[in-house]
């Protein structure tokens, strides 16, 4: 085989190199032994210690402190909670309110939120707030609660790293609040996104600790969240003549779309302990209900099981025929309610003791107003309120939302906010009938599904009020062209009707009742038109069925 001579040079220069290379060794002299390279490890290096954990006291030098169910520490940059060895793994109740928001696109003020049973659960050097799924359920102590307990899983709201050695005396721990709260829980940026179509995220560091209070039974927590984006997308290139894809506008009611506020509160309290015993649904009764899946007796049909929601009420003199409960139900008006409507609301509310006494109880339900300087905020979750909030455009709503223990039912808070315009529809000099002049839906199954913290996923949508803003306005109008004084005491009395109305039906949502729409039948057409059998027995059987006004035709009765 022939190489070529390209090949065979550098070849044979390669090899010459080799030979020089090598060490040239003396006739006669013996090899020369390799000394053996020095085995001996070098000394190891000093590695710097881990941080040590701080004592707790130099953690919480010169903070702020707030004592209630958890106690606070306040820094200038932090805010720090103690968590007692007995309130880990223990079962609590946090409930978000949107305190404030946009004024549009469903992102309204006094808006009740999500509501999450909870725990602090300690994983090594981590505190993990658990959201407990109480949905799957079994008897405790038996084989089948403990194979529920690894059937179904719970999630993680947030997590964050011990910062102290325990107390010395107390053996508790300290965590930062702000790294578990100062976060996007609520999921804000997805129904931001979802409603606008713009990106918004959660910016940490323009957000912030606001108002800090805390009490025996309860924790309130304000933090002001700041969403951003840095610039809205621009819409897509379009050939010549294509149709422009639908896009909602961005919002219209902050100065710069690409920021906005939100003061939300966090509300931690103990479960209600008032002896309270579950009842399970009937159908012939329309409660709201807990659905919980029971695997504790296998010869049930089915796990589900549907506890109502209702309050706990207890007669102060068991033997007597009516007697007052123990703990009334009370709801506070605003401060923000206009004077001249506190009346009617009163009474819308006031109107469900008629309604107790038929099984008892005397004064079940009671109105108080918050003074001008209460030193207690509406969502805490201590009061059930009355609220009044803004939009734009008029939203022209109210929504009845309550909370419960997930796992009995009951009741223990609720905030019902009434939208200002509902009030000035009636008096627009034009009334303009295209719509949304009244909030659309704020449900979206979408929306829901992925962000059950949102307000979007209000378990109960009730779209009365907003059905009923477009038929008062109707109503309004008739009159008015019949000569009614859109001004006058006539008009005045209307309005103050619809709101009484607004507030019996709201209310009893927040008692735990559905709708009742076979009320609208116990009347013929003939008896609703007569004053002599509506006046007396009103114009449908119940509060939550949804009324219509009742007026007659020209020349009817």
Known sequence: MRYPKAFLF?????????????????????????????????????????????????????????????????????????????????????????????????????????????????????????????????????????????????????????????????????????????????????????????????DQK?????????????????????????????????????????????????????????????????????????????????????????????????????????????????????????QPIVFWLENTIPLKYRDAIRDGILMWNKAFERIGFQNAVQVKQQPDDADWDPADVRYSTIRWFAGYPDPGFAQGPSRTDPETGEIYDADIRFSESMTRFFRREVNEQIYPLAMPSEYSPTRAFVAPWSVANSRYQCDFAEGAVRDAEFAFDLLVGRGMDPQGAEAEKFVQDFLREIAAHEVGHTLGLRHNFRASTIHSLDQAQDPAITSREGLTGSVMDYIPTNIAARGGK
Request: charged fraction near 25%; aromatic fraction near 10%.
């Open 10 to 202: 550098p070849m044979l220069f390669l090899f010459a190199l080799t030979l020089f290379a090598q060490p040239q060794q003396q006739p006669g002299q013996p090899a020369q032994k390799t000394e053996p390279a020095d085995t001996k490890k070098p000394a190891p290096s000093d590695k710097p210690e881990p941080p040590k954990d701080k004592p707790f006291a130099d953690i919480v030098k010169d903070a702020q402190v707030i004592k209630g169910l958890f106690t606070l520490y306040r820094t200038e940059e932090k805010v720090f909670v103690e968590i007692l060895p007995e309130q880990l793994d223990k079962m609590y109740l946090l409930n978000l309110t949107v305190d404030s928001g946009l004024g549009e696109g469903g992102f309204y003020a006094a808006a009740m939120a999500g509501e999450a049973p909870i725990v602090f659960h300690k994983q090594g050097k981590i505190i993990q707030l658990l959201f407990k799924n109480t949905r799957f359920f079994a008897k405790e102590g038996t084989p089948m609660q403990r194979a529920v307990a690894r059937s179904f899983s719970d999630s993680i709201l947030g997590s964050t790293k011990i910062e102290s050695l325990p107390h010395p005396e107390r053996k508790s721990i300290l965590i930062d609040l702000g790294a578990i709260l100062l976060t996007d829980v609520p999921l804000l940026s997805y129904d931001l996104e979802a409603t606008f179509r713009i990106p918004y995220r959660f």
């Open 206 to 326: 323009n957000s912030a600790f606001g108002t800090l209070k805390a009490f025996p039974h309860n924790v309130e927590v304000e933090t002001v969240a700041h969403y951003a984006t840095e610039r809205p997308p621009l819409p897509p290139l379009l050939v010549p003549g294509a149709l422009p894809p639908s896009l909602p506008p961005p919002p219209r009611n902050i100065p710069d779309v690409r920021s906005m506020l939100f003061h939300l509160r966090y509300s931690l309290s103990e479960r209600p302990q008032t002896g309270y015993r579950p009842r399970l649904a009937d159908d012939r009764v329309g409660h709201f209900v807990n659905s919980i899946e029971d695997y504790s007796e296998d010869a049930r049909y089915t796990t589900t099981k549907r506890l109502i929601n209702r309050w706990h009420l207890e007669k102060q003199d068991p033997s007597a025929a009516l007697s007052p409960p123990k």
